[in-house]
């Protein structure tokens, strides 16, 4: 079913008619304008207390971290969290440009697919677009780079995210996901789906006990590269 089709279905619903001139100019330079309302202070800090509160937050909601100074240590990084895990040497990893141009073979005991993940998949390496310190929120759009997959099926997801790509609050996120991915100059536009990953899927629907794995990876883990000199350790 197309746009109008499901428009015209709601004007129906309602029992009304396309909106009038007016009415419809102002919504869309409301759009256009993103108007921001509150926005917490804690993210509203200098560069490298940003960083250090996206850590922070990725901690406390059960998630881990490792910095690395250059994507080149990226596969070491990732065959030591395996090892710490005691899990073996396999993964399936997005099909990702920068991913794929790592240094892999320096680590000989991995093996990896790129492609989508399976449910059989016990480890996925991801490629993320972007953090959020406000609560240590992982933005993952769908792409064809970065399979949706990779974030639901796997028991243990590792997310290669840089420094650079880490905002204040959700609404840089958002501002840098518009200007990437929806500027009318180059005709782009925005992804089927934005995932927003805050730790381990965990619930506690049930008798209010804490369940981790519920509904998607059972750990997460981000490795953190320091390409933004302001964001690296004092």
């Known amino acids: ?36 309302h509150l926005i917490p202070a804690r993210s509203r800090v200098p560069r490298p207390d940003q960083i250090r509160l996206f850590i922070a937050n990725v901690e406390k909601e059960f998630g881990s971290v490792t910095r690395v100074a250059n ?20 993964f399936v990893m997005a099909p990702h440009p920068e991913l794929q141009a790592l240094p892999w073979s320096d680590r000989a005991m991995l093996e990896f697919e790129t492609r989508r993940a399976e449910a059989s998949d016990l480890v996925s390496v991801q490629h993320g677009y972007a953090g959020i310190a406000e609560t240590g929120t992982l933005m993952l759009p769908s792409d064809p780079a970065r399979p949706t997959t990779l974030n639901l099926l796997a ?9 650079s790509r880490i905002t204040g609050p959700y609404e840089d ?4 996901l518009r200007a990437e991915r929806q500027d009318a100059v180059t005709g782009g536009f925005m992804p ?9 899927s965990r619930s506690a629907d049930i008798e209010q006990t804490l369940e981790l794995g519920a509904h998607g990876p059972r750990q997460l883990h981000v490795i953190l590269v320091d390409d933004d000199p302001a964001a690296r350790p004092g």
């Open 1 to 36: 079913m197309s746009k109008e089709a499901i428009l015209n279905a709601i004007r129906r619903g309602l029992k009304r008619g396309p909106l009038p001139a007016d009415q419809r100019a102002m919504l869309e330079a409301r759009m256009i304008a993103r108007p921001r």
């Open 71 to 90: 994507v080149k240590d990226i596969p070491g990084a990732v065959a030591e969290y395996l090892s710490q895990q005691n899990l073996a040497p396999r």
């Open 155 to 163: 028991e243990t997801e590792i997310v290669v995210l840089r420094a």
């Open 173 to 176: 996120a958002w501002d840098m």
């Open 192 to 200: 089927r789906n934005v995932m927003l990953v805050t730790g381990p």
